[in-house]
């Protein structure tokens, strides 16, 4: 693991810092092969993003017309449901701006292994069947050291598939559709959003330790760059 860590005072300093590596990574990919294919996370982090995304400043920087959307996981809820990532991201960002295309993760199917299958199957179609290599996914992390719906200690963790249901035991919302490490390692970039003290000890734990049991260590991208941004509360336990 050679992460690169992008140090922020505050929150709201991770978005702004976000929103630059996107433009970056965006503009690599669209001078390559003329769109932008991103997979979105939820939570309160990746939400201050969401909505610096629609500001002017950032408007004119990027070229959504060429974005293409995905998520990296999704909760077995409607997509108006509170809890949905599509939702948080559809209310804050998708609704306000030109994007190319958007994949909803199908996970209020009544079937979780068929809608699993079924996403699959979008990604085969835009990508190669092969290879599936985002060019960028946004990922947060749990105190747990969970990201995506891969939670420590459970078997889609050594999942071979490109997604895969999975439930969450003793959560409010236990069944759930995420990429695997098969697909999260085969991106261009993954990008860690991280903040608060609560999560100081797990970032460490990943970040100095490699603790390989914590699902966010056994994120390396394979050919990728490894991005985590963190707030000074999230990497308090970084300096000796």
């Known amino acids: ?125 835009r990508f190669t069947p092969e290879t599936v290599s985002f060019d960028a996914v946004l990922l947060g992390m749990g105190s747990d050291g969970h990201t995506a719906s891969l939670f420590p200690g459970t078997s889609a963790l050594e999942s071979g598939a490109l997604v895969e249901a999975v439930e969450v035991a003793g959560n409010k919302l236990p069944h759930r559709l995420t990429l695997t490490l098969r697909v999260l390692n085969s991106a261009g970039a993954i990008i860690f959003l991280v903040t608060g003290a609560e999560k100081s000890q797990t970032v460490r734990n990943v970040l100095i330790e490699n603790d390989q049991r914590l699902p966010a260590a056994r994120i390396n991208p394979h050919e990728g760059r490894l991005i985590w941004i963190v707030d000074e509360d999230a990497a308090a336990e970084l300096t000796e």
């Open 1 to 125: 693991m050679n992460p690169e860590v992008i140090y922020c005072e505050f929150p709201d300093d991770v978005a702004d810092a976000a929103a630059a590596v996107l433009k970056e990574l965006q503009d690599e990919a669209i001078a390559a092969r003329g769109v932008f294919r991103l997979a979105l996370s939820g939570g309160s982090t990746p939400a201050l993003l969401f909505k610096l995304l629609t500001a002017p400043e950032w408007r004119v920087e990027m070229d959504y017309a060429k974005w293409e959307v995905f998520w990296s996981d999704e909760r077995a809820v409607a997509p108006t449901h509170p809890d949905s990532n599509y939702r948080l991201a559809h209310e804050l960002f998708l609704s306000h701006v030109p994007i190319g295309e958007v994949f909803r993760m199908p996970a209020d199917h009544a079937n979780l292994q068929e809608a699993a299958d079924a996403y699959a199957r979008t990604l085969k179609g």
